[in-house]
T-cell receptor, first 118, second 111 residues
Framework: GAVVSQHPSRVICKSGTSVKIECRSL??????MFWYRQFPKKSLMLMAT?????????EQGVEKDKFLINHASLTLSTLTVTSAHPEDSSFYICSARDRDRASNYGYTFGSGTRLTVV | RKEVEQDPGPFNVPEGATVAFNCTYSNSASQSFFWYRQDCRKEPKLLMSVYSSGNEDGRFTAQLNRASQYISLLIRDSKLSDSATYLC????????????FGTGTKLQVIP
């Protein structure tokens, strides 16, 4: 089945530093990947759509200069949280769909990254 | 109105019970529909896709009602291991086919 690998699973960083999160599709190619964040006991909120070879599409209210997304290949998307602040502490999770499968196969999620900014 | 709405629960049911969740969506042009299961502090995992004709997978049955814009999930003979949060998800038509999630419904199956 489709597998998405996300790293790191957990990171603690100091305020003001940047953190990069990687999302890889291991056995399929993904033209599009999605980045979500989830606060405790809250829903998954779509942050941006990552498109291979082009700029990401950000949801309203998400700062593109703060959350940098790069989708350099059909199997890798990265999210960089720049100048992190404590309010950026959250669970970040990516998802991808096999481009060669119909939409009703749904999306596969990475295991998520728990970011804590101190 | 939220794009996707669910009753957050929690639903506390005894083992062996049948439980049903509903989810409504606002965009009538939505293309595909799913139920995901999320365990505490874990990533969501696809439970099943939802079709207009209804689909069943063991104890789980999903249904889509396009006219009323809702999807449902029925779990029969609940097991303790079914305890989790169930998220409905709606995929938009066209474009990048982004998926929007409901807030999730928490299910607790009690011995």
């Amino acid at each position: 089945g489709a597998v998405v690998s996300q790293h790191p699973s957990r990171v603690i960083c100091k305020s003001g530093t940047s953190v990069k999160i990687e999302c890889r599709s291991l056995d399929f190619q993904a033209t599009t990947m999605f980045w979500y964040r989830q606060f405790p006991k809250k829903s998954l909120m779509l942050m941006a759509t990552s498109n291979e070879g082009s700029k990401a599409t950000y949801e309203q209210g998400v700062e593109k200069d703060k959350f940098l997304i790069n989708h350099a290949s059909l199997t890798l998307s990265t999210l960089t949280v720049t100048s992190a602040h404590p309010e950026d502490s959250s669970f970040y999770i990516c998802s991808a769909r096999d481009r060669d499968r119909a939409s009703n196969y749904g999306y596969t999620f990475g295991s998520g990254t728990r970011l804590t900014v101190v | 109105r939220k794009e996707v709405e669910q009753d957050p629960g929690p639903f506390n049911v005894p083992e062996g019970a049948t439980v049903a969740f509903n989810c409504t969506y606002s965009n009538s042009a939505s293309q595909s529909f799913f139920w995901y299961r999320q365990d505490c502090r874990k990533e969501p995992k696809l439970l099943m896709s939802v079709y207009s004709s209804g689909n069943e997978d063991g104890r789980f049955t999903a249904q889509l009602n396009r006219a009323s814009q809702y999807i449902s999930l029925l779990i029969r003979d609940s097991k303790l291991s079914d305890s989790a949060t169930y998220l409905c998800a709606v995929m938009s038509a066209g474009g990048y086919q982004k998926v929007t999630f409901g807030t999730g419904t928490k299910l607790q199956v009690i011995p």
